[in-house]
């Protein structure tokens, strides 16, 4: 289904087509499930194959929203990676509610609050305790993550 932009109504997929989806699939590490129909599949894989279609389709800029709901810390981790690595060649927008993992894998934030823009800019200038106060309604603790030196928040409870 990701190669479908690029395939004409009557057309047969190409070699090449099917050389771009295998590889999109073992980026994504899902090769294993390419005999599987998506509904055998669980959420979480489902997951993986839908971001594998999307590197299919062979853009410059690729939107995903929630690219790492219903996945295991592993797997958001190694997905995270995967977009992260692909990110010097093409261009990334993501959703994340997880603001840590924002942090650590983004190069440029958009903070919305209620639908529109509150704040935007790296993780250090975005992910601020005043910031993340007035857009959340809650106390919580702002370190530094010990490992990349990025903004790491402690939630502690609402205000």
């Not at 995903?64 to 977009?83: G, K, R, V, W, Y």
Request: aromatic share 6%; glycine share 4%.
């Amino acid at each position: 289904m990701g190669r479908s932009p690029h395939i004409s109504r009557f057309q047969q997929e190409s070699k090449e087509d099917y050389d771009i989806v295998e590889n999109a699939m073992k980026i994504t590490n899902t090769w294993h499930f390419r005999d599987k129909y998506i509904n055998q599949l669980s959420g979480g894989e489902q997951q993986r194959v839908v971001i594998a279609r999307a590197l299919a389709q062979d853009t410059d800029i690729i939107l995903l929203d929630e690219p790492i709901s219903h996945l295991d810390i592993h797997h958001q981790i190694e997905i995270l990676d995967t977009i992260k690595s692909l990110s010097k060649k093409v261009t990334i927008i993501a959703v994340l509610h997880d603001l840590n993992l924002a942090a650590q894998y983004s190069d440029y934030l958009i903070l919305v609050n209620k639908g529109s823009i509150a704040f935007q800019g790296t993780p250090e200038e975005v992910l601020i305790e005043e910031n993340i106060k007035k857009v959340y309604d809650i106390n919580m603790c702002m370190i530094k993550n010990p490992v990349t030196g990025k903004p790491y928040i402690i939630p502690i409870g609402s205000v």
